[in-house]
DNA sequence: AACTGTGAAGTTTTTCACAGCC
DNA sequence: GGCTGTGAAAAACTTCACAGTT
């Protein structure tokens, strides 16, 4: 199988891809011009067969020899993304959670930006948290497609979760970042990625002696 | 090989494990007393057998004809997990993000209680932060020994998580949960797992249209 | 000499399909 | 009839190992 962009790629894969990208990016801040597939590995503890073959469904980004360009595997991966540009993002729900999401700095140069933050108590509507004036959620869907945001992310009680993810499909969304502790179900063609923080703690609680 | 807990239990199996709780929590929210393979399974977009097969790995928890007890399954798999305890978890970092992690209300009746917050920064010691008046890092390690604290989340600037790390580390702490966007290396016996909602992010966006 | 890209081999994970029990 | 637990089969994923390029 060559590395034409044809064939489809694994998920398995994909979800690897934005580890190599973070890597780069330190090595970059680092003025790192070039490496390996084996100093990859090494940091993210990945063999180094696996980021060759894992890179080579895209296409030879690589010099034999030599290694990777380190800016050029940036740009790369990017573009394989879809992150080389900057992506609208709306939040939902602005408590504890919400709020902080809605300051945290780290998506900005990631290739992500919020644009707004939506809830639907009347004592947090109109309020301002950060560089946000809190959304009615009734908004939602006017909001939304004139602005045409595609993502969103999801930070109210899991009670609600679902229905406010309805919403959001409704409204036009097509990726859906679940931060509530509880499965959602979407349409196949809307994306949706959970964070909770306690299925990483408990998975790691296994491996701890009681 | 029978149900018995003396073979290795696959990586994946136990990463499976906290979603199986998660979703029988919400069963039992919702008073359902018996489920089966294949109501887990829909909820999680999870095959039945994939499901069966898991939880075999510890032993017959259903019974045929039947399904699972709800609420046995839920002890059982808390005691696989060693979760059927409460943990004391340590939080790095007092900004924005260790502020909203330590104020999450999430975590309590999932099995860790959030017993201190440090940070470095003298403009934050000492401050009080919700429930928690910050303590200077420099004090971690002689709290975490005398309170046999075993977890720690990192909510560090990425710059200074591997040195953080190494301090957990060296004060004893057998599990991190890192919220920097930068993989740390860590000795084999520390436990680490990752939490960069970029990084799924990034994965969905392969999925949409540029 | 160093390192990529890749078929082939090896390993792990998932699904199938059904005997056995309620 | 409905559902689990599980060997066996299938599929997916990872590693090996090396030809080929710089």
Redesign the interface.
Known sequence: MSGKSADVIPEIV??R???Y???LR?LQNDRRRVTSSQELGE???ISSAQIRKDLSHFGGFGKQGTGYQVEFLIERLEA????N?E?L?AVVGAG??G???S??R??QD???RIAHLFDISPNKIGARLGDFVVRPLDSLETTIRSEGI??A?LAVP?ENAQSVADQLVAAGI??I?NYA???INVPDQV??????????????????D?
């Open positions: 994909i979800g891809l934005p580890l990208l973070r890597a330190r940091r993210l503890e394989v993304l879809h992150v540009k992506w993002v504890n959670l709020s902080a999401i300051q945290y780290g998506f990631r290739g992500f595609r993502i992310m899991a097509k990726a970042l502790p509880i499965n994306q949706i990625q959970y964070i909770d923080p306690v299925t990483h703690l408990q998975r790691m609680t296994y491996y701890l009681d």
